[in-house]
């Protein structure tokens, strides 16, 4: 299985609401991202986990919340967002952090706040 | 600090013709390259990865790359087009003292039939 697995596909919220986005690899890798991509751009790092630590947080507000409950699960809260947060989310897991090893991406979750 | 430049922001092709794209990167040390391919709406996928060895290097759906260390460049390469490949293609690189990839801003191929 060399599957990242994201859901939801879709998601639509207001800027008062509570919502997460839900991340998932049997790969056994030990790294896993989460980016945030514009149209036409290339994706930004928002956070690493590795070994389900936080290890790099790329001054990201506070209303991302990141989390990784295990090492197959990463979970990405979000809280009062704003309109200019609407992006495609995109998890990705690697065997190894630092750039040393190919990332496998998810499909993304494409988020509309409105 | 880690840099990736692809000049060409978007390239035109006709099907069946031969691809360049180019990636010059900058990195102090031994440098982790890759070069992945994102299908509008879809997340990233891997093309080809270059870690050391041959610099020429074979990728899926037919492309390859070569790393120059001279050029500090990893251009990627494909003999035949298909309009399958229109897409936007992402190199990156990252390596042993990095603590993360950095992606170039990207080059957005269009296939013409």
């Known amino acids: 299985d060399t599957e990242v697995t994201q859901t939801p596909k879709h998601l639509v919220m207001g800027m008062t609401n509570k919502k997460s986005l839900k991340c998932e690899q049997h790969?056994?890798?030990?790294?896993m991202y989460w980016y945030k991509q514009k149209a036409k751009k290339p994706p930004e790092l928002m956070f690493v986990?590795?070994?389900?630590?936080?290890?790099i947080n790329e001054s990201v507000p506070s209303r991302f919340s990141p989390e990784c409950p295990n090492s197959s699960l990463l979970n990405l809260h979000l809280h009062a967002l704003q309109p200019e947060d609407s992006a495609l989310y995109l998890c990705a897991s690697s065997r190894f952090t630092g750039g040393r090893a190919e990332a496998f991406f998810g499909q993304g979750t494409r988020l509309t706040v409105v | 600090a880690q840099s990736v430049t692809q000049p060409d922001i978007h390239i035109t092709v006709s099907e069946g013709a031969s691809l360049e794209l180019r990636c010059n990167y900058s990195?102090?040390?031994?440098?982790?390259l890759f070069w992945y391919v994102q299908s509008p709406g879809q997340g990233l996928q891997l093309l080809l990865k270059?870690?050391?060895?041959?610099?020429l290097v074979q990728g899926i759906k037919g492309f390859e790359a070569e790393f120059k260390r001279s050029q500090s460049s990893f251009n990627l390469r494909k003999p035949s087009v298909h309009w399958s490949d229109a897409a936007e293609y992402f190199c990156a690189v990252g390596g042993t003292n990095a603590g993360k990839s950095t992606f170039g801003d990207g080059t957005t191929l269009t296939v013409k039939p």
């Open positions: 990195y102090g040390a031994t440098p982790y």
């Open positions: 270059y870690f050391s060895g041959d610099t």
């Open positions: 790969m056994g890798h030990r790294a």
């Open positions: 986990y590795s070994y389900e630590k936080l290890s």
